[in-house]
């Protein structure tokens, strides 16, 4: 009865330890949830009131599909003063980064092309490779390298039948960040052979110790034109259930992905595209609110790196962007599934095993979650590791 597409493809596994941990508080269950991957703070109240404006004014009708123009040449325009040279008719607001970062895959990649992801990814990737007939390809990286891959192995992993490469730095779920040099060296390799690469930054706001963002498309006028930019409002400004992420891109690839778009799911919501233009509209605010949640989401990061690198058995590489760290639990001889399953049978704690990452051995923490969370989720963890050493 079900097609190729809906037999071969995987559950979300984030999403589903998020609803089982909410399922069990749902039965009174006192859960301590790190699975999440979104902000546990609201959207800034500017953001809001600009949505109900919108709404209160009529906006509910069909818009381009691309995007209201105001909000594409707002994009632009942002874009613009960090060094691109980016066009409205560049850029695609959809419904959410997810979609696209699928969009982007339907309009590059063809059945039988090879996509490489580097490992730890986020766990969507695969699946939209090969609900486009793609074939996904990992190249492997570990807490050794700070989950960083190198321009060797990227070479070494390219054949004749290699597309696309994926980067997403910061990264979910290591929270690695690549420096300026390495994703350069990087991108020259993909380059040189020929490849697009969708370079996902949803989290590119969320940066901590000093690091700042290096976007691809800006090392060199063939990495404009091969590279397909990625980003959104979820993480930043607190909106994940808004859906909108954005995409900037060649006028052959922008368009291509705004014609899937007009076949599938039309536009964005209306109101929720005049919402995000306020973040345009008022940069204090937006600077101000951001700012705000990072200082929570840098003491929490430290609190629990402390915490989870004082538990004997673990070791933690210390992240320095999106809000999840990834501890390695390999000196305990379980997988990271059977630890993450008995982690919330017995204690209670909602975290999400490496290998829905592709890496076996570590488990995704996230530190989208409230300081008095984290302590308690640290005692119940160190209390379920004492029990298995």
């Not at 959207?43 to 906006?59: R, S, V």
């Not at 959809?94 to 092309?113: E, N, R």
């Not at 993909?190 to 969320?206: K, R």
């Not at 488990?363 to 379920?384: M, P, V």
Request: hydrophobic share 45%; glycine share 8%.
């Amino acid at each position: 009865m079900l097609s190729t597409w809906a037999r071969n493809i995987a559950p979300s596994p984030t999403l589903a330890v998020d609803a089982k941990a909410k399922a069990l508080k749902a039965d009174g269950k006192d859960v301590c949830g790190f699975g999440a991957g979104e902000p546990d703070f609201d959207t800034p109240a500017f953001i809001k009131d600009a949505c109900a404006k919108a709404l209160a004014a009529g906006q509910t009708k069909y818009t381009p599909t691309p995007g209201i123009p105001a909000l594409r040449k707002a994009i632009s325009a942002d874009y613009n003063t960090r060094g691109f040279a980016i066009a409205e008719n560049q850029v695609v607001v959809s419904p959410g980064g997810k979609m696209s970062c699928y969009l982007a895959i339907l309009a590059t990649v063809s059945p039988g092309d090879e996509v490489l992801i580097p490992a730890p990814y986020w766990v969507s990737y695969p699946e939209m490779v090969k609900l486009a007939g793609g074939v996904p390809k990992f190249i492997l990286s570990g807490d050794s390298t700070g989950f960083k891959i190198t321009p060797g192995q990227l070479k070494a992993a390219i054949t004749p039948k290699t597309r696309l490469l994926i980067l997403n730095s910061p990264s979910n779920p290591s929270g690695a960040v690549y420096s300026k040099a390495e994703l350069g060296a990087l991108a020259n390799a993909a380059l040189q052979a020929g490849l697009l690469i969708l370079s996902d930054e949803i989290y590119e706001h969320l940066l901590y110790d000093g690091q700042k963002i290096t976007h691809p498309a800006l090392l060199s006028p063939a990495a404009a034109e091969q590279v397909i930019t990625v980003s959104g409002f979820a993480k930043t400004y607190a909106m994940t259930g808004w859906r909108l992420g954005t995409l900037v891109a060649s006028k052959e690839i922008a368009g291509a992905v705004a014609d899937l778009q007009s076949q599938t799911t039309s536009n964005v919501t209306t109101f929720a595209q005049h919402g995000a233009l306020a973040v345009y509209e008022h940069p204090d605010l937006a600077r101000a609110s951001l700012a705000e949640m990072l200082a929570h989401f840098d003491r929490r990061r430290l609190k629990l790196l402390a915490g989870l690198n004082a538990i004997p058995g673990i070791t933690c590489h210390r992240s320095q962007g999106a809000f999840y760290l990834f501890p390695n639990i390999s000196a305990f001889g379980l997988g990271s599934n059977e630890f993450c399953a008995r982690l919330l049978d017995e204690e209670l704690v909602a975290a999400v095993p490496g290998s829905a990452f592709g890496t076996e051995g570590y488990l995704r923490l996230s530190y989208a979650t409230s300081d008095a969370t984290i302590e308690k989720g640290l005692e119940r963890l160190a209390h379920f590791c004492k029990k298995l050493a």
